[in-house]
């Protein structure tokens, strides 16, 4: 069976466009943490070596323009814009508010979260640090619903 010119070409471009849309879909872009600027933000005693149980900005007004900022770079990817899942991660405008909210935010912003050897959350606490963490901490509960 012989293939006219082509039709071989024809066969060849869509090889092409089929490995060119494979490779944009396994790819994930930058997923490295993006730095957040905390500068303006009160220090909290300890700094990262004594993570608080409760957020001490909460209702502050910076921390949760910081924080809004932070989420976008860091945290949308997976849990979606204006803290909105589409699924895939946990919805955080569900995230309680107050100290058991807190105390769960903490635990998975510092440690992440991984089961069975898969890692379904990564560790940002020590990356970005205790103020970025409560400063996300503080918009999340401007999104907060019990809807």
């Given at each position: 069976?012989?293939?006219?010119?082509?039709r071989g070409a024809l066969f060849a471009a869509a090889a092409l466009t089929s490995l060119s849309i494979a490779s944009n879909l396994s790819a994930h872009g930058?997923?490295?943490p993006q730095a957040v600027d905390t500068s303006a933000l009160p220090d909290?005693?300890?700094?990262n070596d004594n993570w608080l149980s409760e957020n001490p900005y909460t209702g502050n007004a910076k921390a949760i323009e910081i924080g809004e900022s932070a989420y976008g770079q860091n945290c949308a990817?997976?849990?979606?814009?204006?803290?909105?899942?589409?699924?895939?991660?946990?919805?955080?405008?569900?995230?309680?508010?107050?100290?058991?909210g807190d105390e769960w935010f903490v635990e998975r912003f510092r440690h992440g979260s991984s089961h069975d050897?898969?890692?379904?959350?990564?560790?940002?606490g020590d990356v970005?640090?205790?103020?970025?963490?409560?400063?996300?901490?503080a918009w999340l509960e401007t999104k907060y619903t019990d809807e």
């Open positions: 069976m012989t293939i006219s010119i082509g930058d997923v490295t909290i005693e300890g700094g990817r997976c849990h979606g814009l204006q803290a909105i899942s589409g699924g895939i991660a946990p919805d955080l405008r569900y995230l309680e508010p107050g100290a058991s050897g898969k890692v379904y959350m990564p560790p940002f970005l640090g205790q103020k970025a963490g409560w400063a996300i901490r």
